[in-house]
Protein backbone atom coordinates (compact mmCIF):
# COMPACT_ATOMS: atom_id res chain seq x y z
CA UNK A 1 0.00 0.00 0.00
CA UNK A 2 0.69 3.36 -0.56
CA UNK A 3 1.20 5.50 2.49
CA UNK A 4 1.68 9.40 2.59
CA UNK A 5 3.34 10.72 6.30
CA UNK A 6 3.84 14.19 8.10
CA UNK A 7 5.91 14.95 10.62
CA UNK A 8 6.98 18.88 11.03
CA UNK A 9 9.78 18.12 13.82
CA UNK A 10 12.60 16.24 14.92
CA UNK A 11 10.70 14.17 17.53
CA UNK A 12 7.94 13.48 14.63
CA UNK A 13 10.67 12.37 12.38
CA UNK A 14 12.22 9.93 15.12
CA UNK A 15 8.61 8.26 15.52
CA UNK A 16 7.81 8.76 11.71
CA UNK A 17 10.80 6.80 10.89
CA UNK A 18 10.14 3.55 13.53
CA UNK A 19 6.41 3.30 12.51
CA UNK A 20 7.60 3.14 8.65
CA UNK A 21 9.82 0.38 10.14
CA UNK A 22 7.04 -1.44 11.55
CA UNK A 23 4.97 -0.69 8.38
CA UNK A 24 7.27 -2.39 6.17
CA UNK A 25 7.44 -5.21 8.63
CA UNK A 26 3.63 -5.84 8.38
CA UNK A 27 3.51 -4.65 4.83
CA UNK A 28 5.61 -5.91 2.25
CA UNK A 29 4.86 -3.61 -0.37
CA UNK A 30 4.87 -0.22 1.92
CA UNK A 31 5.61 2.52 -0.65
CA UNK A 32 6.15 5.83 1.43
CA UNK A 33 5.96 9.43 0.40
CA UNK A 34 6.48 12.14 3.15
CA UNK A 35 7.35 15.47 4.56
CA UNK A 36 9.56 14.75 7.61
CA UNK A 37 13.59 14.20 8.70
CA UNK A 38 16.85 12.28 8.17
CA UNK A 39 15.77 9.30 9.92
CA UNK A 40 12.11 8.89 7.61
CA UNK A 41 14.82 9.43 4.58
CA UNK A 42 16.78 6.25 6.17
CA UNK A 43 13.49 3.96 6.07
CA UNK A 44 13.17 5.06 2.27
CA UNK A 45 10.98 6.46 0.05
CA UNK A 46 10.47 10.20 -1.36
CA UNK A 47 10.74 13.47 1.03
CA UNK A 48 8.73 15.88 -0.55
CA UNK A 49 9.95 18.77 2.49
CA UNK A 50 12.70 18.80 5.66
CA UNK A 51 11.13 19.34 9.01
CA UNK A 52 13.93 22.44 9.71
CA UNK A 53 11.38 24.42 6.43
CA UNK A 54 8.30 23.97 8.94
CA UNK A 55 9.18 24.65 12.13
CA UNK A 56 7.92 27.68 13.47
CA UNK A 57 7.71 28.36 17.29
CA UNK A 58 5.22 30.91 19.01
CA UNK A 59 2.52 32.91 18.16
CA UNK A 60 4.36 35.86 16.50
CA UNK A 61 7.28 33.51 15.18
CA UNK A 62 3.90 31.58 13.34
CA UNK A 63 2.62 34.79 11.88
CA UNK A 64 5.59 35.90 10.45
CA UNK A 65 6.03 33.03 8.43
CA UNK A 66 2.02 32.87 7.68
CA UNK A 67 2.92 33.02 4.11
CA UNK A 68 5.53 30.34 3.93
CA UNK A 69 2.89 27.94 5.81
CA UNK A 70 0.12 28.44 3.53
CA UNK A 71 2.63 28.31 0.59
CA UNK A 72 3.49 24.48 1.88
CA UNK A 73 -0.14 23.70 2.64
CA UNK A 74 -0.82 24.02 -0.85
CA UNK A 75 2.29 22.38 -1.84
CA UNK A 76 1.26 19.37 0.31
CA UNK A 77 -2.56 19.26 -1.08
CA UNK A 78 -0.98 19.20 -4.48
CA UNK A 79 1.55 16.52 -3.89
CA UNK A 80 -1.05 14.48 -1.78
CA UNK A 81 -3.28 14.33 -4.67
CA UNK A 82 -1.09 13.32 -7.21
CA UNK A 83 0.97 10.54 -5.12
CA UNK A 84 -3.36 9.12 -4.64
CA UNK A 85 -2.23 7.53 -1.21
CA UNK A 86 -4.26 4.50 0.64
CA UNK A 87 -3.91 6.08 3.65
CA UNK A 88 -2.47 9.97 5.20
CA UNK A 89 -0.75 9.41 8.33
CA UNK A 90 -0.30 12.49 10.84
CA UNK A 91 2.41 12.61 13.20
CA UNK A 92 1.94 15.62 15.74
CA UNK A 93 2.14 18.98 14.30
CA UNK A 94 -1.74 19.93 14.57
CA UNK A 95 -1.51 23.82 13.30
CA UNK A 96 -0.53 22.13 9.89
CA UNK A 97 -1.79 18.39 9.97
CA UNK A 98 -5.14 19.13 10.73
CA UNK A 99 -6.00 21.64 8.34
CA UNK A 100 -4.44 19.02 5.57
CA UNK A 101 -6.88 16.56 7.88
CA UNK A 102 -9.95 18.61 6.74
CA UNK A 103 -9.32 18.85 3.03
CA UNK A 104 -8.45 15.18 3.18
CA UNK A 105 -11.48 14.10 4.89
CA UNK A 106 -13.29 15.86 1.67
CA UNK A 107 -11.01 13.98 -1.01
CA UNK A 108 -12.38 11.01 0.54
CA UNK A 109 -8.59 10.10 1.49
CA UNK A 110 -8.38 7.98 4.45
CA UNK A 111 -6.96 10.16 7.81
CA UNK A 112 -4.86 8.36 10.53
CA UNK A 113 -3.01 10.66 13.54
CA UNK A 114 -0.23 8.83 14.92
CA UNK A 115 0.71 11.28 18.68
CA UNK A 116 -2.44 13.34 19.23
CA UNK A 117 -2.26 16.82 19.02
CA UNK A 118 -2.09 18.25 22.62
CA UNK A 119 -5.38 19.64 22.97
CA UNK A 120 -5.51 18.54 27.15
CA UNK A 121 -3.39 21.52 27.24
CA UNK A 122 -4.96 24.18 24.79
CA UNK A 123 -7.30 24.92 21.75
CA UNK A 124 -9.18 21.68 23.34
CA UNK A 125 -11.86 23.07 20.80
CA UNK A 126 -9.87 21.55 18.00
CA UNK A 127 -11.37 17.92 19.36
CA UNK A 128 -15.07 18.88 16.84
CA UNK A 129 -11.89 18.98 14.04
CA UNK A 130 -10.75 15.80 15.01
CA UNK A 131 -13.90 13.90 15.29
CA UNK A 132 -15.21 15.56 12.01
CA UNK A 133 -11.55 14.70 9.85
CA UNK A 134 -9.56 12.00 11.93
CA UNK A 135 -10.41 8.51 11.34
CA UNK A 136 -8.41 7.05 13.10
CA UNK A 137 -6.45 8.24 16.86
CA UNK A 138 -4.04 6.58 18.26
CA UNK A 139 -2.42 8.47 21.70
CA UNK A 140 0.59 7.54 23.25
CA UNK A 141 0.24 9.36 26.95
CA UNK A 142 -1.48 6.86 29.39
CA UNK A 143 -4.51 10.36 30.32
CA UNK A 144 -4.89 11.05 26.94
CA UNK A 145 -7.50 8.18 26.19
CA UNK A 146 -9.13 9.22 28.87
CA UNK A 147 -9.37 12.63 27.76
CA UNK A 148 -10.67 11.85 24.43
CA UNK A 149 -13.19 8.73 25.58
CA UNK A 150 -14.32 9.96 28.73
CA UNK A 151 -14.59 13.77 27.98
CA UNK A 152 -15.77 14.14 24.85
CA UNK A 153 -16.65 10.67 23.36
CA UNK A 154 -14.33 9.92 20.88
CA UNK A 155 -12.74 6.57 20.98
CA UNK A 156 -9.49 6.10 20.46
CA UNK A 157 -6.63 3.38 20.88
CA UNK A 158 -3.69 3.92 23.23
CA UNK A 159 -0.68 2.06 22.06
CA UNK A 160 2.02 3.13 24.70
CA UNK A 161 5.60 5.87 24.58
CA UNK A 162 7.66 4.99 20.92
CA UNK A 163 9.77 6.23 23.25
CA UNK A 164 10.60 3.16 24.94
CA UNK A 165 10.88 1.73 21.49
CA UNK A 166 13.46 3.57 20.26
CA UNK A 167 15.69 3.59 23.43
CA UNK A 168 15.00 0.24 23.40
CA UNK A 169 16.28 -0.66 19.93
CA UNK A 170 19.70 1.79 20.37
CA UNK A 171 22.82 0.78 20.36
CA UNK A 172 24.95 2.86 22.60
CA UNK A 173 28.63 3.28 21.94
CA UNK A 174 31.02 1.51 24.78
CA UNK A 175 31.69 4.16 27.04
CA UNK A 176 35.64 4.42 26.96
CA UNK A 177 34.93 4.77 23.21
CA UNK A 178 32.37 7.14 23.41
CA UNK A 179 35.39 9.39 25.55
CA UNK A 180 38.18 8.78 23.32
CA UNK A 181 36.32 9.57 19.89
CA UNK A 182 35.11 13.32 21.64
CA UNK A 183 38.13 13.60 23.47
CA UNK A 184 35.97 13.72 26.81
CA UNK A 185 38.12 13.38 30.29
CA UNK A 186 37.07 10.78 32.89
CA UNK A 187 34.96 13.66 34.80
CA UNK A 188 31.31 13.30 35.14
CA UNK A 189 29.27 14.96 32.18
CA UNK A 190 26.48 17.51 33.02
CA UNK A 191 24.71 17.19 29.17
CA UNK A 192 22.83 20.06 27.77
CA UNK A 193 19.71 19.72 25.74
CA UNK A 194 19.07 23.43 24.18
CA UNK A 195 15.98 21.94 22.02
CA UNK A 196 16.04 21.66 18.02
CA UNK A 197 15.00 24.89 16.60
CA UNK A 198 17.42 28.04 15.80
CA UNK A 199 15.30 30.10 17.72
CA UNK A 200 15.05 28.22 21.15
CA UNK A 201 18.61 26.84 20.79
CA UNK A 202 19.66 30.72 20.85
CA UNK A 203 17.41 31.70 24.46
CA UNK A 204 18.10 28.69 26.07
CA UNK A 205 22.15 27.47 25.37
CA UNK A 206 23.48 31.23 26.44
CA UNK A 207 22.21 30.97 29.82
CA UNK A 208 22.69 27.08 30.06
CA UNK A 209 26.97 27.39 29.12
CA UNK A 210 26.77 30.60 31.98
CA UNK A 211 26.64 28.03 35.02
CA UNK A 212 29.97 25.95 33.31
CA UNK A 213 32.66 27.81 35.66
CA UNK A 214 30.93 27.12 38.57
CA UNK A 215 31.12 23.30 38.17
CA UNK A 216 34.46 22.61 37.37
CA UNK A 217 34.37 19.56 38.40
CA UNK A 218 31.95 18.61 35.62
CA UNK A 219 32.12 18.53 32.11
CA UNK A 220 29.16 19.68 29.66
CA UNK A 221 28.10 17.87 26.65
CA UNK A 222 25.88 19.81 24.03
CA UNK A 223 23.54 17.39 22.10
CA UNK A 224 22.90 18.80 19.03
CA UNK A 225 20.19 17.97 16.93
CA UNK A 226 20.21 16.36 13.69
CA UNK A 227 18.65 18.77 11.97
CA UNK A 228 21.33 21.87 13.06
CA UNK A 229 24.54 22.65 11.84
CA UNK A 230 27.43 21.88 13.97
CA UNK A 231 28.72 25.63 13.50
CA UNK A 232 25.64 26.92 14.68
CA UNK A 233 26.35 25.59 17.83
CA UNK A 234 30.05 26.63 18.01
CA UNK A 235 29.31 30.54 18.21
CA UNK A 236 28.20 29.65 21.70
CA UNK A 237 31.02 27.84 22.81
CA UNK A 238 33.65 29.94 24.73
CA UNK A 239 34.71 27.37 27.45
CA UNK A 240 36.61 24.85 27.66
CA UNK A 241 35.20 21.79 29.53
CA UNK A 242 32.10 22.19 26.72
CA UNK A 243 31.91 19.95 24.26
CA UNK A 244 29.37 19.68 21.32
CA UNK A 245 28.05 16.19 19.61
CA UNK A 246 26.23 15.73 16.82
CA UNK A 247 23.40 13.60 16.50
CA UNK A 248 24.12 11.60 19.10
CA UNK A 249 21.73 12.02 21.76
CA UNK A 250 20.75 8.94 23.48
CA UNK A 251 24.65 7.75 24.01
CA UNK A 252 25.35 11.64 25.65
CA UNK A 253 22.21 10.85 27.97
CA UNK A 254 23.56 7.12 28.81
CA UNK A 255 26.80 8.62 30.40
CA UNK A 256 25.54 11.63 32.14
CA UNK A 257 25.24 12.44 35.40
CA UNK A 258 22.65 15.34 35.02
CA UNK A 259 20.83 17.28 32.08
CA UNK A 260 19.45 20.93 31.50
CA UNK A 261 16.97 20.33 28.84
CA UNK A 262 14.65 22.71 27.15
CA UNK A 263 10.89 21.54 27.72
CA UNK A 264 9.60 19.15 25.08
CA UNK A 265 9.94 15.49 24.14
CA UNK A 266 13.45 15.56 25.25
CA UNK A 267 12.47 16.18 28.95
CA UNK A 268 11.16 12.19 28.85
CA UNK A 269 13.59 11.23 26.65
CA UNK A 270 16.11 12.16 30.00
CA UNK A 271 13.68 10.34 32.47
CA UNK A 272 14.15 7.35 30.63
CA UNK A 273 17.71 7.26 30.78
CA UNK A 274 17.14 7.45 34.34
CA UNK A 275 19.10 11.05 34.35
CA UNK A 276 18.35 14.09 36.79
CA UNK A 277 17.38 16.98 34.91
CA UNK A 278 16.39 20.23 35.52
CA UNK A 279 13.59 21.65 32.84
CA UNK A 280 14.02 25.01 30.76
CA UNK A 281 12.17 27.38 28.82
CA UNK A 282 12.01 30.23 27.43
CA UNK A 283 10.35 32.30 24.77
CA UNK A 284 9.92 35.66 23.27
CA UNK A 285 7.81 37.65 26.16
CA UNK A 286 4.75 37.80 23.58
CA UNK A 287 4.18 34.36 22.88
CA UNK A 288 4.67 33.47 26.91
CA UNK A 289 2.21 35.83 27.71
CA UNK A 290 -0.39 35.16 25.35
CA UNK A 291 0.46 31.54 26.43
CA UNK A 292 0.31 31.58 29.68
CA UNK A 293 -3.35 33.20 29.37
CA UNK A 294 -4.24 30.10 27.04
CA UNK A 295 -2.54 26.89 28.01
CA UNK A 296 -4.64 25.11 30.95
CA UNK A 297 -1.70 23.06 32.51
CA UNK A 298 0.35 22.74 36.11
CA UNK A 299 3.37 21.91 34.53
CA UNK A 300 5.37 22.06 30.97
CA UNK A 301 7.26 19.22 31.10
CA UNK A 302 6.03 15.53 29.92
CA UNK A 303 6.96 14.08 32.94
CA UNK A 304 5.53 16.20 35.60
CA UNK A 305 2.04 15.90 33.48
CA UNK A 306 2.48 12.10 32.85
CA UNK A 307 2.76 11.65 36.97
CA UNK A 308 0.88 14.77 37.60
CA UNK A 309 3.02 16.10 39.93
CA UNK A 310 6.50 17.97 40.46
CA UNK A 311 9.17 15.11 39.80
CA UNK A 312 11.54 17.23 37.56
CA UNK A 313 12.31 20.96 38.74
CA UNK A 314 10.89 23.56 36.19
CA UNK A 315 12.40 26.52 35.10
CA UNK A 316 10.15 28.82 33.14
CA UNK A 317 10.97 32.42 31.47
CA UNK A 318 12.17 34.78 34.12
CA UNK A 319 12.71 31.59 36.42
CA UNK A 320 15.87 30.35 33.91
CA UNK A 321 18.49 32.17 35.17
CA UNK A 322 22.23 31.47 36.21
CA UNK A 323 21.41 31.57 40.02
CA UNK A 324 18.20 29.43 39.67
CA UNK A 325 20.26 26.88 37.60
CA UNK A 326 23.10 26.60 39.81
CA UNK A 327 20.96 26.18 42.64
CA UNK A 328 18.89 23.53 40.92
CA UNK A 329 21.85 21.34 39.51
CA UNK A 330 23.26 21.37 43.24
CA UNK A 331 20.15 19.40 44.51
CA UNK A 332 20.09 16.84 41.71
CA UNK A 333 23.80 15.95 42.35
CA UNK A 334 22.87 15.50 45.97
CA UNK A 335 22.76 11.40 46.82
CA UNK A 336 19.66 12.13 48.38
CA UNK A 337 17.19 13.79 45.92
CA UNK A 338 19.00 11.76 43.09
CA UNK A 339 16.96 8.60 45.04
CA UNK A 340 13.63 9.80 44.87
CA UNK A 341 14.30 11.14 41.37
CA UNK A 342 15.43 7.56 40.49
CA UNK A 343 12.38 6.01 41.98
CA UNK A 344 9.70 8.03 40.68
CA UNK A 345 11.56 7.48 36.83
CA UNK A 346 10.96 3.84 37.50
CA UNK A 347 7.61 4.69 38.26
CA UNK A 348 7.02 6.88 35.00
CA UNK A 349 8.02 3.92 33.08
CA UNK A 350 5.46 1.95 34.39
CA UNK A 351 2.76 4.26 33.53
CA UNK A 352 3.66 4.70 29.85
CA UNK A 353 2.64 0.99 29.03
CA UNK A 354 5.61 -1.20 27.88
CA UNK A 355 7.27 -1.31 24.13
CA UNK A 356 5.78 -2.38 21.38
CA UNK A 357 3.71 1.38 20.25
CA UNK A 358 5.33 1.36 16.85
CA UNK A 359 4.21 -2.49 16.02
CA UNK A 360 1.20 -2.03 17.64
CA UNK A 361 0.26 1.04 15.60
CA UNK A 362 1.39 -0.05 12.01
CA UNK A 363 -0.67 -3.29 12.88
CA UNK A 364 -3.84 -1.61 13.26
CA UNK A 365 -3.58 0.96 10.35
CA UNK A 366 -2.69 -1.81 7.96
CA UNK A 367 -5.88 -3.80 9.26
CA UNK A 368 -8.74 -0.69 8.91
CA UNK A 369 -6.54 0.27 5.68
CA UNK A 370 -6.82 -3.02 4.32
CA UNK A 371 -10.27 -3.64 5.16
Known amino acids: MKYYLIAGEASGDLHASNLMLALKKVDSNAEFRFWGGDLMQEVGGTMVKHHRDLAFMGFIEVIANLRTILKNIKICKKDIQEYNPD ?51 YVILPFEKKFYEDKHAYPVHFVGHPLLDAIAKKDLVAPHEFRKKHKLDNRPIIALLPGSRNQEISKMLEIMLSITDDFKEYQFIIAGAPSQDPEFYKQFIKKKNVYLVMNNTYDVLSLSTAALVTSGTATLETALFKVPEVVCYKGSTISYEIAKRIVDLDYISLVNLIMDREVVKELIQKEFNKKNLITELKKILETDHRKTIFEDYFELERALGGNGASMKTAELIYQFTKN
Do not use: C
Open 87 to 137: VLIFIDYPGFNLRIAKWAKKEGIPTHYYISPQIWAWKENRIEAIKRDVDKM
